[in-house]
């Protein structure tokens, strides 16, 4: 029903920049809750960040904060997530995820499961 795409990963040096996007198709995206999750070889997958559906609320993982900033254009279907400062403990594959309240999953905004769709991942390597 919903397709996620990420764009915007690549290879950065530390300190530098990425923005990466996510387009949904599919469903009305004004009413999903949006996150960002990553996943380095030989970890488990993780939080980074989530905004509400309504905009008025956003979550970001200790890590990230101050970082990151994750926002949303509806009339673009788009989340985004401008990463500054980047690590190198920040490369990973990171997935967008959808909530779209539709379906009754449990868990919090930063838990996967609580999301119903999930994008392919965009690679973001930093170099030291």
């Known amino acids: 029903q919903v397709q996620l795409v990420e764009s915007g990963g690549g290879l950065v040096q530390a300190g530098d920049s990425l923005r990466l996007s996510c387009t949904a198709s599919?469903?009305?995206?004004?009413?999903?809750?949006m996150a960002w999750f990553r996943q380095s070889p030989g970890k488990s997958r993780e939080f980074v960040a989530n905004?509400?559906?309504?905009?008025?609320?956003?979550y970001y993982a200790d890590s990230v904060k101050g970082r990151f900033t994750i926002s949303r254009d509806n009339a673009k279907a788009t989340v985004y997530l401008q990463m500054d400062s980047l690590k190198p403990e920040d490369t990973a594959v990171y997935y967008c995820?959808?909530?779209?309240?539709?379906?009754?999953?449990?868990?919090?905004?930063?838990?996967?499961?609580?999301?119903?769709?999930w994008g392919q991942g965009t690679q973001v390597t930093v170099s030291s």
């Open positions: 905004i509400m559906w309504t905009g008025e609320y956003t």
């Open positions: 599919g469903g009305t995206f004004s009413r999903m809750s």
């Open positions: 995820a959808a909530d779209t309240h539709e379906i009754g999953a449990p868990g919090t905004v930063f838990e996967g499961k609580r999301y119903d769709y």
